[in-house]
């Protein structure tokens, strides 16, 4: 079964950084977009950023741009999220996802994507 496993979640100040990672198994991941979205308390799963495949592309979500990084590591199956000056407003549950054959339209479209992880929750304090 096709699993994508979230890690590297966790508390850290304002201001501080983290590297999220997400480990993809029994898919041809190369052939895939790769996306984070997160989703705060009370609030609606948002689009974080995606990655084309063979990082052909990337795509931000305005209040993330200039700090968070995506990257793909193919022979690894592994997508990356990295994360720099974060805010009290980045607290979140982060999933990674999975979707094959998408438009630039369709990567903000959480519908779109075929396999999703379990998330990875990041908290950000002050």
């Known amino acids: 079964q096709v699993q994508l496993v979230e890690s590297g979640g966790g508390l850290v100040q304002a201001g501080g950084s983290l590297r999220l990672s997400c480990a993809v198994s029994r898919l041809a991941f190369s052939i895939y977009t790769m996306c984070w979205f997160r989703q705060a308390p009370g609030k609606e799963r948002e689009f974080v950023g995606a990655i084309t495949l063979n990082s052909g592309g990337l795509s931000y979500e305005d209040s993330v741009k200039g700090r968070f990084t995506i990257s793909r590591d193919n022979a690894k199956n592994t997508v990356y999220l990295q994360m720099t000056n974060l805010k009290r407003e980045d607290t979140a549950v982060y999933y990674c996802?999975?979707?094959?054959?998408?438009?630039?339209?369709?990567?903000?479209?959480?519908?779109?994507?075929?396999?999703w992880g379990q998330g990875t929750q990041v908290t950000v304090s002050s």
């Open positions: 996802a999975a979707g094959h054959l998408l438009s630039t339209l369709q990567l903000q479209d959480k519908s779109k994507y075929n396999y």
